[in-house]
């Protein structure tokens, strides 16, 4: 083979190679956005779909690392309420009680009762 045929074969492989690369700017234009979430995210979703105890149940396996206190709190939020850690023993509960103020009542954990 002659080495102007080399050449030709070389040239004509770029020009091919080239051509099949197309442009990059319309390559990217086919990219969709996606959105990540992160696991506490997801589960600040799923939250206001679920119910107490579903959320308490899935709170080992979420690994989303927060506390099930946090798990109450934003399940409650995501309904407009809101909670609040009770800093003093009262009526008999310990300070670890959490009492979460509700549309229907005050929700006292871990006693998991309406107080009406």
Known sequence: MKSSTIAVVVLMTLV????CAGNPAQQLEKVEKVEVLSAQQQLAQKLGEMDIDEVLQDAGETGAGVTEYQLIEQYFAASGNYCRK?????EGMSKNT??????????????DVIYK
Do not use: E, F, M, V
């Not at 091919?16 to 051509?19: D, F």
């Not at 009770?86 to 009262?90: G, K, S």
């Not at 959490?98 to 006693?111: A, D, E, L």
């Open 16 to 19: 091919i190679i080239q051509g």
């Open 86 to 90: 009770l800093l003093a023993t009262n």
């Open 98 to 111: 959490i009492i979460c103020q509700g549309s229907k009542g005050n929700w006292y954990w871990p006693r």
